[in-house]
């Protein structure tokens, strides 16, 4: 399935890009997280608050397949819905969700500049300092061209680490179900295990390469076990 790429306004690529931290410095104030699963339905996601890279991807709640899910549209722009919430990865280290995609962006180089577009991605936060910068993420993408179980440095910051799931056309228009380890994956990335995040986001993004797609997710949650979502 291919995608017609969109007439968009070009900005000049800045030097920073801070995809690493959907999640603004208002404050280190973080809300504890209880004890068990932490779930989230399409509707609660859709009330996290924006943070705009790119002027703003189009979130709204739709019904598909006999569920409301939250679908997310990038129309060559880039906006993240973020949670600023400390996880327990102690007690719920399995991240979870389902997701799907209209198509993938064909012919980008994710590891540069120009192709940090992704039809989706999740990702989760983890605060290493006082300052905004000191962050580590873990980006998981449905990559377009880089194959699934690759990871590479994000081409704006190597404090985002990013980490194909899905790559490609193979199951475009499909529900897929995806279960992580985060402190396993931090320690594949980052060489650490920490007990706890401090936020996560997802997003459809295509403000670099004027790129359009359409991106569903439910079923997000942390869990003490590692059985995969049962998708719709």
């Not at 999640?23 to 996601?45: D, N, Y």
């Not at 819905?81 to 280290?93: F, G, S, V």
């Amino acid at each position: 399935m291919k995608l017609t790429r969109i007439p968009v306004r070009r900005r000049p690529l800045p030097a920073f890009r801070p995809l690493v931290l959907a999640l603004p410095v208002i404050s280190l104030a973080v809300i504890a997280a209880p004890l068990g699963a932490a779930t989230f339905s399409a509707r609660e996601m859709h009330d996290w608050p924006t943070r705009s890279f790119a002027d703003e991807t189009e979130y709204r709640l739709v019904e598909r397949d006999g569920r409301e899910v939250l679908e997310a549209r990038s129309r060559g722009k880039a906006s993240a819905k973020y949670l600023e919430r400390e996880i327990n990865l102690r007690e719920t280290p399995y991240l979870q969700w389902c997701w799907q995609v209209s198509g993938v962006h064909e012919g980008l180089d994710e590891t540069r500049k120009s192709g940090d577009d992704y039809p989706a991605r999740v990702y989760v936060v983890r605060k290493t300092g006082l300052l905004p910068w000191q962050v580590e993420s873990v980006n998981y993408v449905w990559a377009s061209s880089q194959p699934a179980g690759a990871d590479w440095p994000n081409a704006f910051t190597s404090r985002a680490q990013l980490l194909a799931l899905q790559s490609g056309e193979a199951r475009v228009g499909e529900w897929v179900a995806e279960v992580r380890d985060v402190r396993d994956d931090y320690q594949r990335l980052f060489g650490s295990r920490p007990d706890s995040i401090d936020g996560l986001a997802l997003m459809s993004d295509g403000d670099n390469a004027g790129v359009d797609a359409t991106a569903w997710f439910t079923h997000l949650a942390f869990s003490a076990s590692p059985e995969p979502p049962d998708c719709p």
